[in-house]
Structure formats: structure tokens, C-alpha cells
């Protein structure tokens, strides 16, 4: 062998075995050099639906500082001085928002949401988690995405199985009609020790027309919506319950703020018919004996409890942070951080994952023996499109329910004032 070709050849294996050497040494010192921590950011929260301080830092604060440190939430809440309209006229809008879906599309027309479809895209975010009713009550017809919800409103009956006892009659059944209801209610309808005692609260008409997914105002007219039969059934249906003697309200219509007075703190009202009131039932100090049942439903609308309401987090358009944003919002619609609101503090998630439902309540102690399987039988009404100024137009229309549950007005003439007063409104606003 050509020993000047041998000691050649060996010469360049070594040379490229020093340069391996060299580069492995270099991976490795590259490898153990720590991350650059991402910036620390403080994002703000707009509080619009309820929640409390020990519930946010559960909810959001606590699972979004655990998987990204950096990030630190602060919740904003709304008050007399602080409102989403102020902080829109000073340029100091929150960086993620909480409608709910009524709301949406008056914010998206405000130009303050921003379309989070391509920031769920980039993180692959499964939106086939979600019921679909949720995810279409807050797309827009062209699919731009303005939120994504974390919590659902329900329905549920509310019954004092003290005075069922009391009277003898037997307590509520899941998969009532109203007819059903009435009938019930009829019999828990008496004086007694000087006493009146109520059988059925229905707390509001609004409620009442939440299973035919009903508005005050066309989302693509802006005209009144509300001369027609179906909110002709509804105030009616409210005045038949008001009318059993000895069933009337102490004043027409006094809605979902004090509904609860009289079925917690008088505890003379036998079955109220609301919105989810659990934690204010089961914590008030007056130790109300209640269970639930199933929300009552009209013959022609059979199951359906309700219209679809969520909770919703939303980016707002002005937000430096937008994908730290996005971030939060993963970290809340979690499978993880869901469970832990269905298991303490008895939200219902918008997930389809049936471990909600299973484990609902399950570390809140006024919900044990409860029938909270109750608020998940049946379905809702999907959501309507809202017109920004539905909730003008439901201040004219629960003033017109009023003269009309007072015996002031009869129940057509209502409807068409109520119509002409929202047209009129409307009028005058363009």
C-alpha cells in the first residue's frame, strides 16, 4: 500500500472526526443552554357576566399563570363608573371581553371584536369540542369567529318540598308542560295561618319566551319583532299563571334581580321557574329544603327547556397581546379547566365531553342529592340573531307586559303598542 496515500487518508478521517467532535461539543453546549423566558404581559378582563373574585382566580388567573407563567391576568369590572362604552370612548378597552352571545353582534358592529378564526387555526384548536349550537351563536354569517364560549346558562323549576309536604302533594316530575305546571301550582295556591302561599312563580315573560328563541327587535329589519302569536302565547301564558287567586306577584313583572326574595328569603313561593339561582338557593342562609325539575315546556315546543345563552371570552380588535390572549382562552375551554368549573362551581360547560355532565356539582356541597340531572334533559332553542338595540326594545316591551299583566291594557293592544313604541324608538336612534 502507498504509504503516503495511508498516512493522507488518515489525516482526513481524523480532521473529520475532530469536526464532529467539535460540532457534537457545540450541540450539546446549545442544548443546555436554558430558553429566553417569554416576556412577562398582564392581559385584562372585562367582567360581564357574574363571576366571583375566588371563581376567576379558579377559572382563569390560577390555570393560565400554572401553564404559562409570564402571563398574568386582572379582572376589570363593570360598575357605574367603569362600562364597556367608557372604556371604548377613553381607548382603554380590556384585552379579552366575557359577553354573552346577545351580545356579539352588537360588539362585532362597534368594531371592537376581533376575528379569532385564524388564531384558533394557528393553534389547532378543536372547535368540534364545542356544542355547535355555541360556536354558531358567535360566527358570523361570513365565519369570522368573535368568541368562544366557557359557560351555558339553563332553566330549571325550583320547589320547596316543605310546603309540597306541608300540603300534601307531590313534588314535580321532569318532562312537565306548563299545563302540567298550572295544575300543580293550582293546588299549592292558599292562605293559610296568614300566610299566602304562591304555587308557581314564573319570575318574567322573558324568560317564559325563551323556549320559541324569540327578540324585541328583527336582527336584519330593525323593525319591532314582537306583534305576533308566539309572544302573544307567552304574555298570555304569563297572565294565566299571575291569574290563579292568590298567585298574583306583589307587583307585575319584577324580574330575574328579586324573583329569589320570595322563594329564599319569604319562603312562601312553592315552585319558581328561572334561570340557574343554585348558588344563591343553596347558600342563602334561610336553609331552604328545594330539589329541581325539569323546566316545564309548551306542547308544541316538547323538551325544549330554554334558548340557547352562553358565556363567551372574546379578543378585543385593540389588544397588543392577541396571542397571548388566545392562549388564555385554550387554557379556560380546556377539558381540564371545564371539569373543575362543572365539578365546583356547578357551570354548565359548552363541551360535549359527557364527564361534564357526569361530574356535575360533584365538589359542591349544597348540590349533594340534588336533581341536577334535570337541567340536562331536554334541549334549547338555538340562538337568535341579536339586533343592537334589542335590549332598547325589550325596555319598551317588559314597560307594555306590565300595563297589560296590571289589567291596564288588553293583551292585542299591548302587542301593537308595543310594536309602534319599538318602531318609533327605532326611528328616532337612526
Request: charge should be negative.
Given at each position: 500500500?502507498?504509504k503516503?496515500?495511508c498516512?493522507?487518508?488518515?489525516?482526513?478521517?481524523?480532521?473529520?472526526?475532530s469536526a464532529?467532535?467539535?460540532?457534537?461539543?457545540?450541540d450539546?453546549?446549545?442544548a443546555?443552554e436554558?430558553?429566553?423566558?417569554?416576556e412577562?404581559?398582564t392581559?385584562?378582563v372585562?367582567?360581564?357576566?357574574?363571576i366571583?373574585?375566588?371563581?376567576?382566580q379558579l377559572?382563569f388567573?390560577?390555570?393560565?399563570?400554572?401553564?404559562?407563567?409570564?402571563?398574568?391576568l386582572?379582572?376589570v369590572?363593570t360598575?357605574?363608573g367603569v362600562?364597556?362604552?367608557?372604556?371604548?370612548?377613553?381607548?382603554?378597552v380590556?384585552?379579552i371581553?366575557?359577553?354573552?352571545n346577545?351580545d356579539?353582534l352588537?360588539?362585532?358592529?362597534?368594531?371592537?371584536?376581533?376575528d379569532?378564526a385564524?388564531?384558533?387555526?394557528?393553534?389547532n384548536?378543536?372547535?368540534?369540542r364545542?356544542?355547535?349550537?355555541?360556536i354558531?351563536?358567535?360566527?358570523?354569517?361570513k365565519?369570522?369567529?368573535?368568541?368562544?364560549?366557557?359557560a351555558m346558562?339553563?332553566?330549571?323549576?325550583y320547589?320547596?318540598?316543605?310546603?309540597?309536604?306541608?300540603?300534601g302533594v307531590?313534588?314535580?316530575?321532569?318532562?312537565?308542560?306548563w299545563?302540567d305546571a298550572?295544575?300543580?301550582?293550582?293546588?299549592?295556591?292558599r292562605?293559610?295561618d296568614?300566610?299566602?302561599y304562591?304555587?308557581l312563580d314564573?319570575v318574567?315573560?322573558y324568560?317564559l319566551?325563551?323556549?320559541?328563541?324569540?327578540?324585541?327587535?328583527?336582527?336584519?329589519?330593525?323593525?319591532?319583532?314582537?306583534?305576533?302569536?308566539?309572544w302573544?302565547?307567552?304574555w298570555?301564558l304569563?297572565h294565566?299563571?299571575?291569574?290563579?287567586?292568590?298567585?298574583?306577584l306583589?307587583?307585575?313583572e319584577?324580574?330575574?334581580?328579586?324573583?329569589g326574595?320570595f322563594f329564599?328569603?319569604?319562603?312562601?313561593v312553592a315552585?319558581?321557574?328561572?334561570t340557574n339561582l343554585?348558588a344563591?338557593?343553596g347558600?342563602?342562609?334561610?336553609?331552604?329544603?328545594w330539589?329541581?325539575a325539569?323546566?316545564p315546556s309548551y306542547k308544541e315546543l316538547?323538551?325544549?327547556?330554554g334558548?340557547?345563552?352562553t358565556?363567551?371570552?372574546?379578543?378585543s380588535?385593540t389588544?397588543?397581546?392577541k396571542e397571548?390572549?388566545?392562549?388564555?382562552?385554550?387554557?379556560?375551554?380546556?377539558?381540564?379547566?371545564q371539569?373543575i368549573?362543572?365539578?365546583?362551581t356547578?357551570r354548565?360547560?359548552?363541551?360535549k365531553?359527557?364527564?361534564?355532565q357526569?361530574?356535575?356539582?360533584?365538589d359542591v356541597?349544597?348540590?349533594?342529592g340534588?336533581?341536577?340531572?334535570?337541567?340536562?334533559?331536554?334541549?334549547?332553542?338555538?340562538?337568535?340573531?341579536y339586533?343592537?338595540y334589542e335590549?332598547d326594545?325589550?325596555k319598551i316591551?317588559q314597560?307594555?307586559?306590565k300595563?297589560?299583566?296590571?289589567?291596564n291594557i288588553?293583551?292585542?293592544?299591548?302587542?301593537k303598542?308595543?310594536?309602534?313604541?319599538?318602531n318609533?324608538?327605532l326611528?328616532?336612534?337612526k
Amino acid at each position: 500500500m502507498n504509504k503516503r496515500w495511508c498516512f493522507g487518508a488518515l489525516a482526513v478521517l481524523a480532521m473529520m472526526a475532530s469536526a464532529g467532535c467539535a460540532k457534537g461539543a457545540n450541540d450539546a453546549k446549545t442544548a443546555e443552554e436554558p430558553a429566553k423566558p417569554a416576556e412577562p404581559v398582564t392581559l385584562t378582563v372585562l367582567q360581564q357576566a357574574e363571576i366571583s373574585d375566588e371563581d376567576f382566580q379558579l377559572l382563569f388567573a390560577d390555570p393560565v399563570k400554572k401553564k404559562y407563567p409570564n402571563i398574568t391576568l386582572k379582572l376589570v369590572r363593570t360598575d357605574k363608573g367603569v362600562t364597556l362604552d367608557n372604556l371604548i370612548a377613553s381607548g382603554e378597552v380590556p384585552d379579552i371581553l366575557t359577553p354573552p352571545n346577545a351580545d356579539i353582534l352588537g360588539l362585532s358592529q362597534k368594531d371592537i371584536l376581533y376575528d379569532m378564526a385564524p388564531l384558533v387555526k394557528a393553534s389547532n384548536l378543536d372547535l368540534s369540542r364545542f356544542d355547535p349550537l355555541t360556536i354558531q351563536a358567535v360566527q358570523s354569517d361570513k365565519g369570522e369567529l368573535w368568541g368562544l364560549p366557557y359557560a351555558m346558562q339553563f332553566n330549571a323549576l325550583y320547589y320547596n318540598k316543605d310546603l309540597f309536604d306541608k300540603f300534601g302533594v307531590s313534588y314535580p316530575k321532569d318532562g312537565m308542560t306548563w299545563d302540567d305546571a298550572i295544575e300543580l301550582g293550582k293546588k299549592l295556591t292558599r292562605a293559610e295561618d296568614g300566610v299566602q302561599y304562591r304555587g308557581l312563580d314564573p319570575v318574567s315573560s322573558y324568560i317564559l319566551s325563551f323556549p320559541f328563541a324569540l327578540t324585541f327587535v328583527d336582527s336584519k329589519t330593525e323593525r319591532a319583532s314582537i306583534n305576533n302569536e308566539q309572544w302573544k302565547k307567552v304574555w298570555e301564558l304569563t297572565h294565566t299563571i299571575l291569574s290563579i287567586p292568590g298567585n298574583a306577584l306583589p307587583k307585575p313583572e319584577p324580574g330575574a334581580a328579586t324573583e329569589g326574595n320570595f322563594f329564599i328569603k319569604d319562603k312562601n313561593v312553592a315552585m319558581l321557574a328561572s334561570t340557574n339561582l343554585m348558588a344563591q338557593i343553596g347558600t342563602a342562609a334561610s336553609g331552604v329544603n328545594w330539589d329541581i325539575a325539569q323546566y316545564p315546556s309548551y306542547k308544541e315546543l316538547p323538551g325544549i327547556t330554554g334558548k340557547l345563552d352562553t358565556h363567551n371570552l372574546a379578543i378585543s380588535k385593540t389588544s397588543p397581546h392577541k396571542e397571548e390572549a388566545m392562549k388564555v382562552l385554550e387554557v379556560v375551554t380546556s377539558d381540564e379547566v371545564q371539569l373543575i368549573s362543572a365539578r365546583k362551581t356547578a357551570r354548565k360547560s359548552p363541551l360535549k365531553n359527557p364527564q361534564m355532565q357526569k361530574e356535575f356539582g360533584a365538589d359542591v356541597p349544597y348540590l349533594q342529592g340534588k336533581n341536577t340531572g334535570a337541567i340536562f334533559k331536554g334541549t334549547v332553542a338555538p340562538a337568535p340573531a341579536y339586533s343592537k338595540y334589542e335590549l332598547d326594545g325589550k325596555k319598551i316591551a317588559q314597560a307594555k307586559v306590565k300595563e297589560y299583566l296590571a289589567g291596564n291594557i288588553d293583551l292585542n293592544t299591548a302587542l301593537k303598542q308595543a310594536d309602534e313604541e319599538i318602531n318609533s324608538m327605532l326611528d328616532s336612534m337612526k
